[in-house]
């Protein structure tokens, strides 16, 4: 596991309300009982199961969203998750979120944006960069870079705003104006995500298109609506799960890059067993993947623990670990200057990792 957690990593699928720290949610949830807010019989048994299924986590999501909606919180937790990534050498973080609306306390689907650039700001524990930079800046971080070890840490943040299915055409071409607008501040581009038995392709449909045509990056949870989803061609899909022969054909030929869940995959059935799991398939033909933790809050996993299953359940060793880790700084939603600055440091270490 050592080796795993102090190898430079980079994070592209992780939901902000997925990856809090238990501590935080135990100490919100304290806060709110007897509050009248949540009624703990109801939901008891979903927090304390292990395997969710998918409809169960969502429900979890809902008892996490009335816990955190409001404007410290989701400074905090931002902070908190970013502090989290950055102390298992996560050097390039995309963090997701659903902008949320909550009028009891005052909150538009902007202040809740900027309530995550205020969590951004005030970290302090570890250098993070989120602006994006002027294309003549000389260099991105002060003091020089040191991804491994243990000097200080460093950590690129760009953030993706996310879609939720239960949005209508509206509300999510919204959340695209909001996204666009907030570019200057590290939003780099759109998630499409939340419940799959809930919503409707053509629903989102004018959003994506508006926001690829504008320039954001999109990346979709795929594993249902996959042909529309991949005829759509976005920059990367997440997860890969319930494909069909023709969905691997049509992926494969596309080349879209796939954002891999292990252990989400396997907590939500998704996928029967790791065993059986499709990473292995596409690991063997070569076709560009990630690994990512999905809500490492919710599934108790982190990147480095996601690295570790993979080496153990397919039989890779570090240096084949290293390459995975290596080769996501191609499918990063961010410059070119920042992907020369990744490559540059994951070089730095590579004979450690040989
Ligand atoms: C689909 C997921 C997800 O946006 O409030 N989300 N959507 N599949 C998953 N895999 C299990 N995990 C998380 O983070 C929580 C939200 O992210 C989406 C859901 O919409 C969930 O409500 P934010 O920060």
């Known amino acids: 596991m050592e080796w795993c957690v102090s190898m430079p990593k980079i994070e ?12 935080t949610l135990l100490e919100l949830t304290k806060a709110l009982i007897g ?9 008891e048994h979903i927090i304390l199961k ?8 969502f429900k979890l999501f809902d008892l996490i969203h009335i816990l955190t909606t409001d404007h410290n919180t989701v400074a905090r937790i931002t902070r908190e998750v970013i502090e989290d990534f950055a102390s298992e050498n996560v050097v390039y ?6 902008p949320k609306r909550n009028d009891s306390v005052g909150m538009s689907k902007r202040s809740y944006v900027e309530a995550v650039l205020k969590g951004l700001r005030s970290i302090t524990s570890v250098d993070v960069d989120f ?6 800046s000389k260099t991105l971080f002060t003091p020089a870079p040191a991804i491994d070890g243990h000097a200080r840490k460093r950590i690129f943040v760009r953030l993706l705003l996310s879609i939720d299915r239960r949005e209508t055409t509206e509300a999510a071409m919204d959340t695209v104006k909001l996204a666009l607008e907030m570019r200057p501040y590290g939003v780099v581009g759109i998630d499409l995500s939340g419940n799959p038995s809930i ?4 629903t989102y449909l004018p959003a994506l298109k508006f926001a690829r045509e504008q320039g954001l990056y999109v990346t979709l949870h795929c594993g249902e609506e996959i042909k529309n989803m991949l005829d759509f061609r976005p920059q990367r899909i997440g997860h890969a799960c319930f494909f069909e022969d023709e969905h691997w054909r049509q992926l494969k030929s596309s080349n879209i890059p796939v954002e891999i869940c292990l252990t989400s995959n396997v907590r939500t059935m998704t996928v029967p067993s790791i065993d059986v799991h499709h990473f292995a398939h596409l690991y063997n033909a070569k076709h560009p993947l990630v690994l990512c933790t999905d809500d490492s809050g919710v599934f ?3 990147l480095s623990k996601e690295y570790k299953i993979a080496a153990d359940s397919f039989g890779l060793g570090r240096r084949e670990m290293f390459e995975l880790s290596r080769n996501a700084v191609e499918y990063i939603f961010a410059d070119s200057k920042i992907k020369e600055d990744l490559r540059r440091n994951f070089n730095s270490v590579a004979k450690k990792y040989g």
């Open 93 to 98: 973080l995309e963090l997701r979120t659903t």
């Open 199 to 202: 919503g409707d392709w053509t």
């Open 131 to 136: 602006i994006p930079h002027c294309e003549d």
């Open 50 to 57: 292990y395997n969710r299924s998918v409809e169960e986590v």
């Open 35 to 43: 509050k009248g807010a949540i009624n703990f019989s109801e939901v």
């Open 300 to 302: 108790s996993t982190c």
């Open 12 to 23: 592209l699928h992780a939901h902000l309300n997925g990856s809090i720290r238990d501590s």
